[in-house]
Nanobody, 127 residues
């Protein structure tokens, strides 16, 4: 299984960025996909996640209204559109996959629910 995140970079305060995560080696449409981030010296935290069929999505409170997660099952790719970026959004962003068969209930928002992880892409927001 490989999750390849891309799209990170340097952006100014208030700017936008779109991250992509291309998956291979797994049955993509049977996996919930999540985004997490880790800032220097901090724990990895949940950002957003989307259901295996794209029907529903959930967000961390601080991202609601600014971030949008989407997926294209035909392309085995999940996206994270980020807008109104702030310096505190600076972090390495990781995509992760949780098998549908291991999820009972709502879209998972915890790290331990996700079995497969990408290598991360760095987002830096300058003030």
């Amino acid at each position: 299984v490989q999750l390849q995140a891309s799209g990170g970079g340097l952006v100014q305060d208030g700017g936008s960025l779109r991250l992509s995560c291309a998956a291979s080696g797994l049955f993509f449409s049977s996996h919930y996909m999540g985004w997490f981030r880790q800032a220097p010296g901090k724990e990895r935290e949940f950002v957003a996640a989307i259901a295996y069929n794209g029907a529903n999505a959930v967000y961390a409170d601080s991202m609601k209204g600014r971030f949008t997660v989407s997926r294209d099952n035909a392309k085995n790719t999940v996206y994270l559109q980020m807008s109104v970026l702030k310096p505190e959004d600076t972090a390495v962003y990781y995509c992760a996959a949780a098998p549908r068969r291991s999820v009972f209930g709502d879209i998972p928002m915890t790290r331990d629910a996700y079995k497969h992880w990408g290598q991360g892409t760095l987002v830096t927001v300058s003030s």
